[in-house]
T-cell receptor
Framework: RKEVEQDPGPFNVPEGATVAFNCTYS??????FFWYRQDCRKEPKLLMS???SGNEDGRFTAQLNRASQYISLLIRDSKLSDSATYLC?????????????FGTGTRLKVLA | EPEVTQTPSHQVTQMGQEVILRCVPI?????FYWYRQILGQKVEFLVS????????KSEIFDDQFSVERPDGSNFTLKIRSTKLEDSAMYFC?????????????FGPGTRLTVT
């Protein structure tokens, strides 16, 4: 089982729709969580950190469920420009150091 | 807004040649990383670096790879004898801290093509 798993998609949604992605992690030592956005052949860009209480940034809402070991990203009122691959990243402690593990990403296509 | 920069954007090399990929991390960041992403695959951690030492490295980071901070601004990844399977995007990243909540910021990447 992969340590960080995401549905690869693609999720095809019309403009204005609400879409949600999940990311599951298997290692309970995971301590912090992030969503990145990656456009084709570009670098991952940090979208938001995910806090235990959940957090919102404009149209984006991130949630963490430690009991079930998953994080989620909700995008409201999708724009064409939201089309990208969304990567989750999990930071966990391992023998005194921290490891950043990425999921394979979920591809989103917002359609006009 | 400060950003991580990388050069070159694209490097083509022949199998067996040495390549050096360069990165300039964000100026007040203290921790530096290299990742690679083979086309269509996930971002994979290679190495982390702090205080002129490797902090952590993955199984991918074998003896063919080395990192260096030759001066106060550059951070380099050297691949001594490239293989076809080294073809990938190589991303440099940096962070201010190295604790449970640190956020990493990525450079635009160098696309390495080994022929």
């Amino acid at each position: 089982r992969k340590e960080v798993e995401q549905d690869p998609g693609p999720f095809n949604v019309p403009e204005g729709a609400t879409v949600a992605f999940n990311c599951t992690y298997s290692n309970s030592a995971s301590q912090s969580f992030f969503w990145y956005r990656q456009d084709c052949r570009k670098e991952p860009k940090l979208l938001m950190s995910v806090y235990s209480s959940g957090n919102e940034d404009g149209r984006f809402t991130a949630q963490l469920n430690r009991a079930s070991q998953y994080i989620s990203l909700l995008i409201r009122d999708s724009k064409l420009s939201d089309s990208a691959t969304y990567l989750c990243a999990v930071n966990r402690r391992d023998s005194g150091t921290y490891k950043y593990i990425f999921g394979t990403g979920t591809r989103l296509k917002v359609l006009a | 807004e400060p950003e991580v920069t990388q050069t070159p954007s694209h490097q083509v090399t022949q199998m067996g040649q040495e390549v050096i990929l360069r990165c300039v991390p964000i100026s007040n960041h203290l921790y530096f990383y290299w990742y690679r992403q083979i086309l269509g695959q996930k971002v994979e951690f290679l190495v982390s670096f702090y205080n002129n030492e490797i902090s952590e490295k993955s199984e991918i980071f074998d003896d063919q790879f080395s990192v260096e901070r030759p001066d106060g601004s550059n951070f380099t990844l050297k691949i001594r004898s490239t293989k076809l399977e080294d073809s990938a995007m190589y991303f440099c990243a940096s962070s201010v801290t190295y604790d449970s909540s640190y956020e990493q910021y990525f450079g635009p990447g160098t696309r390495l093509t080994v022929t």
